[in-house]
């Protein structure tokens, strides 16, 4: 069964400190796909980073870094120097074979100036 | 270019009756995803068309449908509304060219059953 797990419910931080949301998934297959998006008090699901199942190279861009680790199914999403504007629910999806994207339960970020 | 859209944004509906959500997916996307998000359940995939036929479906119970017409609009179909079918219904589209699968979505139609 294919399945994403976001521990953290809810995450309260201090403009400018950097926080770490956690995902792990699972799944059998070899090939697949995990993402994560932002939704902000708007609604809409932005989306922030695709990474295959082959692509463990981590990735900076800006204030966001994603640490993909295979070994411990973990796809880790960081936000440096944090901002009131980062404050929105985090997801973490899976998709597997083109079917459907399997979300976690998001994380509730709240950035206070 | 334009994103996706959907209508209404807000929509309040009794019990027993019965509700037509839209989507309109960016130009050129062929496939549409519905989800529902609610606050226990979180975000779930409902059904997915493309090419005007349905290609995968969730779990949900049959009183949600849906089609998708030659333009890849898409509507979605809930009979007999019930308390807990008030959600965010989210819309995604899709343009299927393999191996990635990434999603847009739009703002989503907020249903509220009284």
């Known amino acids: 069964a294919q399945k994403v797990t976001q521990a953290q419910t809810e995450i309260s931080v201090v403009e400018k400190e950097d926080v770490t949301l956690d995902c792990v998934y699972e799944?059998?297959?070899?090939?697949?796909?995990l993402f994560w998006y932002k939704q902000p008090p708007s609604g809409e699901l932005v989306f922030l980073i695709r990474?295959?199942?082959?692509?463990?190279q981590n990735e900076i861009s800006g204030r966001y870094s994603w640490n993909f680790q295979k070994s411990t199914s973990s796809f880790n999403f960081t936000i440096t120097a944090s901002q009131v504007v980062d404050s929105a629910v985090y997801f973490c999806a899976l998709d597997q074979a083109g079917t459907a994207l399997i979300f976690g339960k998001g994380t509730t970020l709240s950035v206070s100036s | 270019k334009a994103g996706v859209t959907q209508t209404p944004r807000y929509l309040i509906k009794t019990r027993g009756q019965q509700v037509t959500l839209s989507c309109s997916p960016i130009s050129g996307h062929r496939s549409v995803s519905w989800y529902q998000q609610t606050p226990g359940q979180g975000l779930q995939f409902l059904f997915e068309?493309?090419?005007?036929?349905?290609?995968n479906k969730g779990n949900f119970p049959g009183r949600f449908s849906g089609r998708q017409f030659s333009n890849s609009r898409s509507e979605m179909n809930v009979s007999t509304l019930e308390l807990g079918d008030s959600a965010l219904y989210l819309c995604?589209?899709?343009?299927?060219?393999?191996?990635?699968?990434?999603?847009?979505f739009g703002p989503g139609t907020r249903l509220t059953v009284l």
């Open positions: 799944t059998r297959d070899t090939t697949y796909y």
């Open positions: 990474r295959n199942s082959f692509d463990e």
């Open positions: 995604a589209s899709s343009s299927r060219r393999e191996p990635y699968n990434e999603q847009f």
């Open positions: 068309y493309f090419s005007e036929t349905q290609r």
